[in-house]
């Protein structure tokens, strides 16, 4: 039957009948004039689709050709489809492609067809990267590294292999293999890290000089030329993330000696991730002037080089970095949800889903709808299993957890006892890992939640757990202020209930913090920055200052639009009340806490609140 300008067989079967009439010595040499035909005739408003059907008509036609020249031809066509594939990322369509290219070659075809076969096996093993078919990744990338004539060929190579060493997290091995590159590349990093405070001085020196570069300054100056210095930016583009959760010793080292090589030699594409890692590691340094400065130059980098390749990259930084603390944090999901969008599109699946992952904590912290963000999890969560990000997939699962636990009730032993044993199963698993930012997060969503269940004291001890772990770290985990306001409502809590001096002497050193993240970033931290004052003025017995304090913290987060802080907020002063023998105003209070708790979508909550209210 016709199909517009088509026709098309009526049903799969009657093709298929059709097809076994005939002859199978026929079959090849149709398919090729088939292949060839549509090649000469392809009309230029279809050249995309039908150039993949007369490629694919041609491989079906291949086993009967027995001329060289007309071999190689197809594998060159099986080369451009793969690279058209890859550039409308159909990865696995472009995978099949560069394989039917490749099973062409004849024996000795790396010493009479070095240049197709480069190239065949280049793009072929960035094909099986962005599938996640890790393990081909591998033995391709050893035949190119074997047969490659220049170390430049081979880079390419290493460049894919050291990427799936790192989704597969084995972060050892990519760091190690990462310093080799950069060896050959006369680019050096020390054995052992230097002493901290030479580190330190050489990333005040960094930071003060781009500081002092104007924007246009900035982006005016020279491209990179030295291809060897290239390579090298490519090579520790990959180690930024890679010491992030290993080895974080070596991040501010890698990241100066990127950023030097930027001031050195010129900008390329790679300097907008450099940038970008400078910036998010300011943050942890609590330099957020400097930071936002800094953050700002890398997307001008990524936008003028055009290099949509690291816009995931850059985001992850910026994005889940500076522009969490100075913005509303809800203004900056939509643009995670972009790097993760655009992560996809170009194949850079890992850090499409750390956008993906750094989207679904900030939809917690900023107090979505806790259903909305379950339903997310599953979606993502779902995909990140799919294309094998098993290290990406465990980062979220304390999230995945704190949401799970509030949504439904935990008093059931039996659920508890279930949730205690996956708990300490993911912690096991991360520090088996040395992953001490996995850790950390189990520490502070659970920390979180414990405190919204009233169990302050396994909150409290949660809290000093992440607190002995980061002495050993390179920078906190301050989670754009969330972990010292919620450190600081533990402390307090545990004062409330306790005589000793030890907890109420921690909240003066988070209080002086929040103040200074409230200044920089209003939005995110005034009704944190009121409820803590409040809770300061309940324990000094202070009831009417804390009263006022506690309206203008509801109020505050209210206008903010942290409908889950706003819930606590409405408890804490209903329980200020109950203190006080004053049941009907604690009754209102619980109340409104009960009704956020049930628009937050914290069903498990709410009904935790019902059965501990005294009255």
Known sequence: KKKGSNYAFVHDQIQQAAYSLIPEQERGCLHRQIGYLILKHIPENQVDDLFFTAVS????????????????????????????????????????????????????????????????????AEAEYS??????????????????????????????????????????????????????????????????????????????????????????????????????????????????FSKQEYLPIVIIRSVQLTLQHGICKESCVAIASCSYVLCEFQDFKGAE???????????????????????????????????????????????????????????????????????????????????????????????????????????KRAVSDLILSTQDPLVMAKNSAEQNALLEQVVEQNNPIDVCDIYVFSGIVAYIYSRYELAAALVQKRHELEKNMSRTQLKCGVTAFYGGLIFLAMAHNSSEFEWASKVSNVLSNVKKFEQIGKSNNEHKLLLLEAEIKSRMGEKDNALKKYQLAIAAAEKNGFIHEQAIANERAADLFLRNDDKVQASKYYGEAHSLYLKWGAQGKADDLCKNIPF
């Open 293 to 399: 400065y800094i953050g700002g130059l890398s997307i001008g980098i990524l936008e003028k080089l055009k290099a949509q390749e690291y816009l995931s990259q850059v985001y992850i930084c910026t994005f889940g970095g500076i522009f969490c603390w100075v913005r509303n944090l809800r203004l900056n999901i939509e643009n995670l949800l972009l790097g993760y969008q655009m992560g996809m599109q170009t194949g850079d699946i890992q850090h499409a889903m750390f956008n993906a992952s750094s989207y679904i904590k900030n939809s917690f912290f900023s107090g979505l709808n806790l259903r909305e963000v379950e339903r997310n999890i599953e979606k993502f969560g779902k995909e990140m299993i799919e294309n094998n990000q098993k290290a990406v997939y465990r980062s979220m699962l304390p999230a």
């Open 131 to 244: 599938i996640c078919n890790f393990k081909e990744v591998g033995r391709v990338a050893g035949i190119i590294i074997q047969s490659a004539k220049s170390f430049q060929e081979r880079q390419r190579a290493y460049a894919t292999f050291i990427k799936s060493l790192g989704v597969e997290n084995k972060l050892e091995d990519a760091i190690q293999l990462t310093f080799s590159v950069l060896s050959q590349l006369d680019v050096h990093l020390p054995s052992t890290p230097p002493d901290k405070s030479v580190v330190m001085n050489d990333w005040m020196d960094m930071t003060r000089t781009l500081q002092k570069v104007s924007y246009d300054e900035f982006l005016s100056f020279r491209e990179m030329s030295d291809i060897n210095k290239i390579a090298a930016m490519k090579t520790l583009h990959l180690l930024i993330l890679y010491t992030y």
């Open 57 to 124: 008509q041609l491989n079906r036609g291949i086993k009967k050709s027995e001329k060289e020249d007309e071999r190689l031809d197809l594998q060159k066509l099986n080369l451009k489809a793969g690279e058209k594939a890859m550039s409308l990322a159909a990865f696995s369509t472009a995978e099949s492609y560069l394989k039917a290219g490749i099973d062409m070659f004849l024996d000795h075809h790396w010493e009479q067809h070095y240049d197709l076969s480069i190239q065949l096996y280049s793009l072929y």
